[in-house]
């Protein structure tokens, strides 16, 4: 059973950083397309930023050139590395495990990371 483990939210002054860490257990890791995801209050969930298992990566447009996603397969791991951070960031964050050849609505999640965005 493929189990996801979010960490390192928290409070953050605007311009601030933070990063998170998904660890996964269970599964292959290398194997899977990793996603984070962000759910504000009222929102929908939406898409960040995505890395293949090949390391392709992509973002959202507002993710572009302020967060960094990354893998490290060696410790089943993938981060998000949040830079200029701004109110309108401030959401639950969740990362999404998907073996590239299952169905688009298919795939494990964690339970998530609150990231407060605020002065």
């Known amino acids: 059973q493929v189990q996801l483990e979010e960490s390192g939210g928290g409070l953050v002054q605007p311009g601030g950083s933070l990063r998170l860490s998904c660890a996964a257990s269970?599964?292959?890791?290398?194997?899977?397309?990793m996603g984070w995801y962000r759910q504000a209050p009222g929102n929908q969930r939406e898409l960040v930023a995505h890395i293949t298992s090949g390391g392709g990566t992509a973002y959202a447009g507002s993710a572009k050139g302020r967060f960094t996603i990354s893998r490290d397969n060696a410790k089943n791991t993938v981060y998000l590395q949040l830079s200029s951070l701004k109110p309108e960031d401030t959401a639950v964050y969740y990362c999404k495990a998907q073996y590239p050849w299952t169905a688009s609505g298919s795939g494990y999640w964690g339970r998530g990371t609150q990231v407060t965005v605020s002065s």
């Open positions: 269970g599964g292959t890791f290398s194997a899977f397309n």
